[in-house]
């Protein structure tokens, strides 16, 4: 081999002032961003100067809020006068449609009163922030968003010796709650950086992620788990299972009586399931591209020489399903047939209606993340858990607060809790690739998006697909999860589940309160909302439908196989305790 002549310099190299600069600026960032989980301060910035240059030009609209806190103000004392008389909350202004203030405790004077001034402010803050002509509109969903952040912040609720139902537990209990609390809260910061702890009954390989499988194949990002069928025959395809990268697989396989794998296995299919890499600064350059070759095109070469001569169903959840999508169309457009169906569990191909989340991606965060992970290697799981929680604050922020560190009352753990506490990192190169290419600039609708060099397109998939999209999704949003409709080709079902991102998914047989629509979706379907109109719910789970989905497509089956064949480990593997 040629090696290339060493260039020698008689002086030391001292890097540009440009280069000098940058570093500074990603050192400035990467301080900033471990105050504020992350988020740029820059780009809220920039919001609100919008919103308060507009607002400062709109006389009408400042004279429409004068006369609203007018308005306010007079409700504001009516409540003064009313709301000591109140024996009912129905005799103060309604406030029982917020859950924050259902507690009877919230009738008596003066909490009432103090609801009352707080659901006024909020009004008026919402007024305030919404429907201001001129305002760039993602910068007024911005400044919608921190108003109520803010706000819900600052609830009576959230407080002491504001909320009744504290200050009854502390007087009756003599305080004992809010020693309980500290404690809480003591725990709390020293398991900080705990997967799921000791003691919470939770445990990878124990009570977690317990499906019997082997690893079949390692390569530097991915462990592939094979787990075979219970039944005497198998169906002929295996399926393939993608999960995001930024999640520990087993959420697919929980404890024993709602593990997906389970069910699927049961139903005499064979599962193959990636379990990805939790990545550390040395993998910072691991890109998109890396993770469809490395992780779904490696692991469909896997399958393929262990079953041969069967074509693969495939999944992917979350973020899984938008990479699975990017390789199904690469493998459409270079007529690789191995792909027998496609099914998106929760997942997106086409951004443009993401939800909230897209609140804190734009250019200025993209850039501030960026400074943040050049200088750590990696998007720590803690700064994408902030965005997360944020987008639901007064369930997974200040409910638990009141509960755990108020009223002293720990709350029961269960496994979905547990896994989503085993938290991920996501390298530098790969993160920044899927919110510019994905988010910023929606290249997958808009085919763009490049593999080995050459764009691929979602219209290129034309095996049949089955999406899943779940009703309370604060993640991807069931709408637009739904846009797949719009862009594939060939068969496709649909899927609306009660639930959430993720409890809409990990829905068993038996799981109370369940339902679920499903139907065929013809052409390239425009409408979500006529579509779930003409269906009725069904009772239970979508897992059932789902298999005889996968069986209906089945080539036939085949004998199990009875030799164990290649295993590197035991299922769960060793990257998932990374």
Known sequence: MKHAEPVISPDPVVPSGTARHSAIDRAFHAAIGSLTGGLSPMALATAWFDWGIHLSGSPAKLATLHEKAVANGARAWQAAVICPLAAQVDACPPMSADKRFRDPEW????????????????????????????????????????????????????????????????????????????????????????????????????????????VVFRNRLIELIRYRPTTARVQAEPLLIVPAWIMKYYILDLSAQNSLVRFLVDQGIEVWMISWLNPQAEDADLGMEDYVTLGVFAALDVIAAAVPGQRIHTAG???????????????????????????????????????????????????????????????????????????????????????????????????????????????????SEYLRQLFLENRLALGRVKVGGTPVSV??????????????????????????????????????????????????????????????????????????????????????AWTDWLIARSSGTRPAVADAGTSLCPAPGTYVFG
């Not at 997942?347 to 850039?367: C, H, M, P, R």
């Not at 989503?420 to 996501?426: G, W």
């Open 317 to 431: 959840y979350c973020l899984g399903g938008t990479l699975l999508s990017i390789a199904a169309a690469k493998l459409a457009r270079e007529n690789d047939a191995r792909i027998a169906s496609v099914t998106l569990l929760a997942a997106q191909v086409d951004f443009t209606e993401a939800g909230e989340i897209t609140l804190f991606i734009d250019e200025s965060q993209v850039a501030f993340l960026e400074d943040i992970m050049a200088d750590q290697g990696y998007l720590d799981a803690e700064q994408m858990a902030g965005a997360f929680q944020m987008l639901r604050s007064n369930d997974l922020i200040w409910s638990r607060t009141i509960r755990e560190y108020l009223l002293g009352v720990r709350g029961t753990m269960n496994d979905l809790m547990a896994w989503n506490a085993d938290a991920t990192r996501m390298p530098a190169r790969m993160h």
């Open 107 to 214: 009738r008596r004077y003066p909490y009432n009163m103090f609801a009352q001034w707080f659901l006024l402010t909020e009004d008026w803050w919402n007024a305030a922030t919404t429907d201001l002509p001129g305002v760039a509109a993602r910068h007024a969903h911005m400044t919608n968003f921190a108003a109520r952040q803010a706000l819900d912040m600052l609830a009576p609720s959230n407080y002491a010796a504001t909320n009744p139902v504290v200050l009854d537990r502390t007087r009756h209990e003599r305080g004992q709650n809010l020693v309980r609390g500290f404690h809480n809260w003591l725990e709390d910061i020293a398991r900080q950086n705990d997967r799921p702890h000791p003691g919470s009954g939770f445990e990878v390989g124990t009570t977690l992620a317990t499906a019997p499988g082997e």
């Open 459 to 544: 219209a290129d998939i034309s095996v049949p697909i089955f999406a899943v999209g779940t009703e309370k999704d604060h993640v991807a949003p069931w709408p637009s999860v739904w846009k797949i409709n719009r862009l594939a080709n060939g068969d496709k079902t649909f899927v609306l589940t009660s639930g959430g991102h993720n409890a809409g998914i990990v829905s068993e047989p038996g799981h109370p309160r369940r339902h679920y629509r499903i139907g065929k979706v013809t052409g390239h379907a425009r409408d979500a909302a006529l579509w779930r109109a003409g269906l009725a719910p069904v009772d239970g789970s979508w897992w059932p």
